[in-house]
């Protein structure tokens, strides 16, 4: 049974590109959250969804920002126009979706913007 | 706002001691809690959990302790082994009609041999 799969697990981007990160969720798994990590910071929750709807996006920024979980594939966190504000790790976690299940994280995907 | 944290940012300790790490929280709400271990270049590892029904839980070499009086959770590692260097993290899951795990800060152990 596959964990959590990002890809790409590197991504490099020029200011004013857009970035794609997708994330696979684990087997059985309909729940995704999308986190941010700065370094030596903790993870920002950004967005929750579940198929083919967005749950919570209070921790996504209002522009540039979007997440989608389609019926059928991985979920996308796009960046537009990105920034080298936006240079960080970005992870993905599955879940259950029960109030005492644990989410499990993939490897993420780490952002360069130069 | 309602929040996660921890007291330590950075706990040394030499391989063969036990290690404590704390964290507090806030939201009174949160029935659920999880540590996860992040080691450098990788994503968070699920340790161990708790739910808000309990006060201890252990696991291998570990266990966690819950005091909900004062809003405190610990992770206690026994016998600390260089492998246990990482960062660690609470995080709870808030109920606020959908359950989301949210994250403190973390707590960076190094383990000297």
């Known amino acids: 049974n596959a964990g959590v799969m990002q890809n790409p697990r590197h991504l490099v981007r020029r200011r004013g590109q857009e970035a794609r990160l997708r994330c696979s969720p684990m087997?059985?798994?309909?729940?995704v959250y999308w986190y941010r990590q700065l370094p030596e910071e903790g993870l920002k929750f950004m967005v929750y969804?579940?198929?083919?709807?967005?749950?919570?996006e209070s921790g996504m920024p209002k522009e540039r920002f979007s997440a989608e979980f389609p019926k059928e594939g991985p979920s996308i966190l796009r960046i537009q126009q990105v920034v080298r504000g936006d240079s960080a790790a970005y992870f993905c976690?599955?879940?259950?979706?029960?109030?005492?299940?644990?989410?499990?994280f993939g490897q993420g995907t780490r952002l360069t913007v130069v | 706002g309602e929040s996660v944290g921890l007291h330590l940012p950075t706990l040394s300790v030499q391989e063969g001691d036990n290690s404590i790490i704390n964290c507090a929280y806030s939201?009174?709400?949160?029935?659920?809690f999880i540590w996860y271990k992040q080691e450098s270049g990788k994503g968070p590892q699920f340790i161990i959990d708790?739910?808000?029904?309990?006060d201890k839980r252990q696991g291998q070499r570990v266990t966690v302790l819950l005091n909900k009086t004062v809003k405190h959770l610990s992770l206690q590692i026994a016998a600390t082994q260089p492998g246990d260097s990482a960062v660690y993290f609470c995080?709870?899951?808030?109920?606020?009609?959908?359950?989301?795990?949210?994250f403190g800060r973390g707590t960076s152990l190094i383990v000297h041999p």
């Open positions: 995080a709870e899951n808030t109920s606020g009609g959908s359950y989301i795990p949210t």
């Open positions: 969804l579940q198929k083919e709807n967005i749950i919570d």
């Open positions: 087997k059985g798994h309909s729940h």
């Open positions: 976690a599955s879940s259950e979706g029960e109030s005492d299940t644990e989410a499990f």
């Open positions: 939201n009174s709400a949160s029935d659920y």
């Open positions: 708790i739910r808000s029904n309990m």
